[in-house]
């Protein structure tokens, strides 16, 4: 047997929604004014999410609605009441990001269906496997993945996965991304992205001291727009079940030629036919451009991924293309009306009936007055016919209209108009409750009910270790906790004494060093305390296959007290907090958690992990060969149109840009040691006075006055003391 395939179309107004629907889609993902990752989209008020919910329903299309934001404890509690609002009102299901609203739906609101985001990170099967035990509908998977990585995990795994086709590529791993938060106070995890991505930026070559002439100011980090095109097929037979279409900023003549192309593609797949989408292609394609590449799913050397301009361009036949498509964005569009059979009764003295019949429900209504009997004005069949054929203004085309009706009967036109908007209407309304929920209750003191313990734990040291130098700065009268990174010489973890050691894994994991963890699984054990993680997946992973206590790390993004909840049940018994939060955030946190906690105290920030290798753009390699003997690997930085220089370096066939100044708390740290924060963490990465560091911290952390060591100009305090991000 077929799966059902699900084509998943975007609509960030309501013009794209109609256009989505009526193009064919089989479900629309959209948000609402708040708590959805594209704050800038038109989104939809409450009475129009109630709306196009009933509009879907009716055309046998599912409602996806975005809830896939960070959230802080302030507003938490708002978005599970708009998600109660959400469930109340039939939606299919809600897309998540923040592991708090995952922890706090499945404990009030079990039966709403819930997605996973693509903000979280999820690019293995031990990323969906953590979020198995939840109980998630489906998934939705990093759009970095091969086709060989995601029928791998299609095999492993339970879920029903999610996948991208089509649209504008994310530079950064979604969920990962600090670069528009830190450089513009505008941040991706919270829907306000400002593509720092797309803008202009030039290589500086470190070791000349000057900057490269063949790409000055380019955008070099922009990539092409992602079309899977005929792919999808073998998507399907991978076991994908869900494809979806981004561009919830763009227009209704985007969506509708967009899901028409793909709708072709996979309709030729169930009926095992070939048909020419040449045509249906390029009136995609003419909708908006950057130029299209296969993305990551069939990796191709000779597949330039980066787009090397900012924004899109549309096609010479977008005008013909427009016109073609006037109907199709409007709620009484033409297109995919649904078919409605009527069967009237018409007898003199008695009450007309109207059988109404969707195909799946069935109304009957009667006249509010008797038929009467006329010889001159008895009503006729083509009077009938014309007034119950009326349809223009509803969702339905009459297929099939049987009349029953005794000679010279008399009706009002007036009346049988009635009769057919009485029967439409409650058709639709029949047809626009699929889940016939009941209401779900909770209050915020209900809701914020946490078992917090009083104990007060004096701060500590805490200190990631990202190179064999490091070891010999490590005073253990002043740290109390290391990560050291898993590929250094582990033999230097034993003749350390620091209190607690920790196995410092990064945010992004591949299959080969999963196995290189297992092989060195005993090793761990024996030396670390515990192991600090940056993803779902190698949470799952360590879980499961070691002893190692476990940390969560700021990947996670953690900004509220509920996320912490969630980890804690999961085992964890550390985390530090979202780089993204402020102090209010952490001492709120604080106040609820039964968990020891974290802050980044001082470290040049990681603001993007990427699959693509700028420097390629110089050495033009196509991002295939060995990263790990490239001399072009930690070579460049980064420059932006305002001066401003972004270490880059590049490592197991990743990128990482940093923040050009480190995140500090010193000369702040007394306003933080108050809030109950039991680590103060410095990441001696790009760091030249890492031991000074130390000191500063540690005098600081004990009420000890030191001279400032921090240069004017140089460092951030990122949203530490801002009031909203």
Known sequence: ??????????????????????????????????????????????????????????????????????????????????????????????????????????????????????????????????????????????????????????????????????????????????????????????????????????????????????????????????????????????????????????????????????????????????????????????????????????????????????????????DEIEEENNDIAHEFSEYKRNSLNFKIKLKIGEKAELFASDGKNEVLIKSEEPCESSLRNAVTEDIVREQLGKLGNTIYELQDLTIEKQDNVFIRKSTLNQLRRDATELLYEKKAIVYHREPVYFSRNEVFSFNKTDEINKPRISVKINSDDDFNIIDNHKVDRIYVSYNLNLDLVRKISVKEKYLFIPNIVSMTQYNEFKNNLKLYEEIFDGVCVNNVGSFYFFKQNSSLKIHCGSFFNIINSFSTELLKENGAVSLTLSAESNIRDMESINNNASIRTEIKAHEYLQLMVMRNCPMSLIKNCKNLQDCSTCEHRSKYSLKDRKGVYFNIERDNRLTHIYNSVPLSVLGKTEEFADKNIDYFMIDTKWLDNAEDVIDALYCEINGVKVSNILKENSFTRGHYLKNIL
């Not at 896939?68 to 109660?84: H, R």
């Not at 100011?217 to 999808?232: I, N, Q, R, Y």
């Not at 561009?247 to 899901?259: A, D, F, I, Q």
């Open 1 to 318: 047997m077929i799966r059902k395939i699900e084509l998943l179309a975007p609509a960030g107004s309501i013009e794209s929604f109609y256009a989505a629907v009526n193009s064919g889609a089989d479900s629309v993902y959209l948000g609402g004014k708040l708590f959805n990752a594209r704050y800038n989209s038109q989104n939809f008020d409450d009475e129009q999410m109630k709306h196009v919910i009933k509009y879907a329903h009716n055309k046998n299309v599912k409602v996806y609605v975005t809830l896939n934001i960070i959230l802080k404890d302030t507003e938490i509690f708002d978005a599970l009441k708009y998600a109660a609002f959400l469930y109340e009102n039939d939606v299919d299901a809600v897309i998540v990001q923040d592991l708090g609203l995952l922890y706090l739906l499945k404990k009030y609101i079990p039966e709403l269906p819930v997605n996973i985001s693509t903000q979280g990170a999820v690019y293995d099967e031990y990323g969906v496997k953590f979020f198995e035990q939840y109980n998630v509908q489906k998934v939705i998977l990093a759009r970095e993945m091969s086709l060989v990585q995601l029928r791998e995990t299609v095999k492993n795994t339970d879920t029903d996965l999610e996948t991208f086709i089509h649209g504008a590529l994310c530079t950064c791993y979604s969920g990962q991304c600090y670069m528009s938060s830190f450089l513009g106070g505008r941040s991706g995890n919270r829907g306000k992205c400002a593509q720092p991505c797309r803008l202009s930026y030039s290589f500086y070559d470190k070791e000349k001291g000057e900057l490269s002439e063949e790409f000055n100011e380019v955008p070099v980090l922009s990539l092409k727009d992602f079309m899977a095109g005929e792919t999808v097929h073998e998507l399907i037979d991978a076991g994908i079940t869900t494809f979806k279409i981004e561009g919830r900023m763009k227009g209704p003549l985007y969506t509708s030629e967009v899901v028409r192309y793909y709708r072709q593609i996979i309709d030729d797949y169930y009926k095992g036919t070939k048909t020419d989408t040449s045509t249906l292609k390029e009136r995609a394609v003419s909708t908006f451009s950057r130029g299209y590449t296969n993305s990551y799913l069939k990796p191709n050397k000779d597949d330039e991924m980066f787009a090397k301009l900012s924004s899109g361009v549309k096609g010479e036949n977008i």
